[in-house]
């Protein structure tokens, strides 16, 4: 005998989703199996599933199939092929008594009457089966076969697709702080909806040996701030467990917030590029405690806005993506160019005298706003290097990289020279 179980048995669920777009089902239901039950049907399960992933814990599973020959009308007749079945007139609701002979391409019927033995090769009358055919289902199930000894629970868990989470993030700029809120978006597309279900999300990446699939499909949006997640590190990654259960519908895109930080100190520069036209504005910040953060950030966008103190409106300034980044990080945003910082990077001297070469170099920098300014310009070389002269300090970020760090006065200007020599002498000694 055969033992059906559907999600009106689950006792409790819970979900954990990855960022490499699956997650991990963990299910407990109540079954209760008789010792004549050797085989279970547990239904509603993610049509998505990993089946070699599948982990079973109150039953001792001998076989089992994963079914998802699903009910339609094709699949229907086919399987009353020479089988008894019934027309029914639309209008008098009379049946008579038939035998299904073949279902052609398209639906089409060939039936033979049980009283005149005459053939039917096309009928608007309605066909009307006696019962669900054995063998399929509604939704897609795990079919299993089992040593046959009573059970009253079983556990299980596996892998599913369609699953996926990102981190999205808001700052509000303020003059000398920013306040930050973090959402973690989740997209259910694995054709199961979890009704009260514990979530937790895994930042990190996780190898897998399958190929991911690209869910596709609309997603019904869904915002809510009243989660107060758990963030602890999980072996290598981290991971934040929901305050409260939720349902996640089938899909379904939900908004949870996962972490606030308010009065937060940052700093606004300017950094040039060699080869750019217009300076990045670089808004930097570190994710410590102490300055009103200091939590594991996973990867994901950052939005930025400031307020318009002439009517009190937050006006959108930038965004920025992350890595994951853990506490006691910097976070480092480059959100835009600047409209009135205007500089000229040029080399204004090049000689060679014996094996060492030497360089010149002029930055001129225009500040136009009416606030000073700090502006940032990083310089690269290589072979064995020494600076013989520069009109302003210089941080040495590596062997072969210095950095410039400046402020320019309000509506004013500043040039920075440099030069250096590189000994090519012992540069081709050393390649030796």
């Given at each position: 005998?055969?033992?059906?179980?559907?999600?009106?048995?689950?006792?409790?669920?819970?979900?954990?989703?990855?960022?490499?777009?699956?997650?991990?089902?963990?299910?407990?239901?109540?079954?209760?199996?008789?010792?004549?039950?050797?085989?279970?049907?547990?239904?509603?399960?993610?049509?998505l599933?990993?089946?070699?992933?599948?982990?079973?814990?109150?039953?001792?599973?001998?076989?089992?199939?994963?079914?998802f020959?699903l009910?339609?009308?094709?699949?229907?007749?086919?399987?009353?092929?020479?089988?008894?079945?019934?027309?029914?007139?639309?209008?008098?609701?009379?049946?008579?008594?038939?035998?299904?002979?073949?279902?052609?391409?398209?639906?089409?019927?060939?039936?033979?009457?049980?009283?005149?033995k005459?053939?039917?090769?096309?009928?608007?009358?309605?066909?009307?089966?006696?019962?669900?055919?054995?063998?399929?289902?509604?939704?897609?199930?795990?079919?299993?076969?089992?040593?046959?000894?009573?059970?009253?629970?079983?556990?299980?868990?596996?892998?599913?697709?369609?699953?996926?989470?990102?981190?999205?993030?808001?700052?509000?700029?303020?003059?000398?702080?920013?306040?930050?809120?973090?959402?973690?978006?989740?997209?259910?597309?694995?054709?199961?909806?979890?009704?009260?279900?514990?979530?937790?999300?895994?930042?990190?990446?996780?190898?897998?040996?399958?190929?991911?699939?690209?869910?596709?499909?609309?997603?019904?949006?869904?915002?809510?701030?009243?989660?107060?997640?758990?963030?602890?590190?999980?072996?290598?990654?981290h991971?934040?467990?929901?305050?409260?259960?939720?349902?996640?519908?089938?899909?379904?895109?939900?908004?949870?917030?996962?972490?606030?930080?308010?009065?937060?100190?940052?700093?606004?520069?300017?950094?040039?590029?060699?080869?750019?036209?217009?300076?990045?504005?670089?808004?930097e910040?570190?994710?410590?405690?102490?300055?009103?953060?200091?939590?594991?950030?996973?990867?994901?966008?950052?939005?930025?806005?400031?307020?318009?103190?002439?009517?009190?409106?937050?006006?959108?300034?930038?965004?920025?993506?992350?890595?994951h980044?853990?506490?006691?990080?910097?976070?480092?945003?480059?959100?835009?160019?600047?409209?009135?910082?205007?500089?000229e990077?040029?080399?204004?001297?090049?000689?060679?005298?014996?094996?060492?070469?030497?360089?010149?170099?002029?930055?001129?920098?225009?500040?136009?706003?009416?606030?000073?300014?700090?502006?940032?310009?990083?310089?690269?070389?290589?072979?064995?290097?020494?600076?013989?002269?520069?009109?302003?300090?210089?941080?040495?970020?590596?062997?072969?990289?210095?950095?410039?760090?400046?402020?320019v006065?309000?509506?004013?200007?500043?040039?920075?020279?440099?030069?250096?020599?590189?000994?090519?002498?012992?540069?081709?000694?050393?390649?030796?």
């Open positions: 005998m055969r033992k059906v179980s559907t999600r009106k048995d689950t006792e409790e669920i819970a979900l954990t989703i990855y960022n490499g777009g699956f997650g991990a089902v963990k299910e407990k239901r109540s079954i209760d199996m008789k010792a004549d039950e050797s085989e279970l049907i547990f239904g509603d399960v993610a049509q599933i990993e089946t070699d992933s599948l982990i079973v814990e109150g039953i001792n599973v001998l076989e089992f199939n994963y079914d020959d009910v339609s009308r094709e699949k229907l007749l086919e399987k009353y092929v020479d089988k008894q079945v019934y027309l029914k007139d639309r209008e008098t609701k009379e049946k008579k008594s038939c035998r299904l002979l073949s279902v052609e391409a398209g639906g089409r019927c060939v039936l033979e009457d049980d009283a005149t005459e053939i039917y090769t096309d009928t608007k009358e309605e066909i009307v089966l006696p019962s669900l055919p054995s063998g399929l289902i509604v939704r897609p199930a795990l079919v299993w076969k089992t040593d046959g000894k009573p059970s009253e629970k079983v556990k299980v868990s596996y892998l599913s697709g369609g699953f996926r989470w990102h981190a999205n993030y808001v700052v509000e700029m303020k003059e000398e702080t920013l306040n930050i809120a973090g959402w973690a978006e989740i997209q259910n597309t694995s054709g199961m909806t979890f009704e009260n279900a514990r979530i937790k999300l895994i930042a990190g990446d996780v190898n897998r040996e399958v190929e991911e699939m690209e869910p596709d499909g609309m997603y019904e949006l869904e915002i809510t701030s009243s989660y107060e997640p758990e963030v602890k590190a999980f072996f290598d990654y991971m934040y467990t929901l305050g409260q259960a939720t349902t996640l519908k089938d899909n379904q895109s939900k908004q949870i917030g996962i972490l606030t930080g308010e009065g937060i100190p940052y700093k606004q520069y300017y950094q040039l590029g060699l080869y750019e036209d217009k300076a990045d504005i670089i808004v910040f570190q994710n410590r405690q102490e300055h009103g953060l200091g939590v594991a950030m996973p990867q994901g966008k950052i939005k930025l806005y400031k307020e318009d103190t002439a009517d009190g409106s937050l006006e959108f300034i930038g965004e920025d993506g992350i890595m980044t853990p506490k006691n990080e910097a976070i480092t945003l480059s959100i835009g160019k600047a409209f009135d910082i205007a500089f990077y040029k080399k204004i001297d090049h000689k060679k005298m014996g094996g060492v070469e030497y360089y010149k170099y002029e930055v001129i920098i225009r500040n136009h706003k009416e606030t000073e300014a700090e502006v940032r310009f990083e310089h690269s070389r290589h072979g064995v290097w020494e600076m013989v002269t520069s009109s302003h300090e210089y941080i040495k970020v590596s062997s072969s990289q210095i950095e410039y760090r400046v402020t006065p309000a509506e004013g200007d500043i040039t920075v020279e440099f030069e250096y020599k590189v000994d090519r002498r012992i540069d081709v000694n050393l390649r030796k």
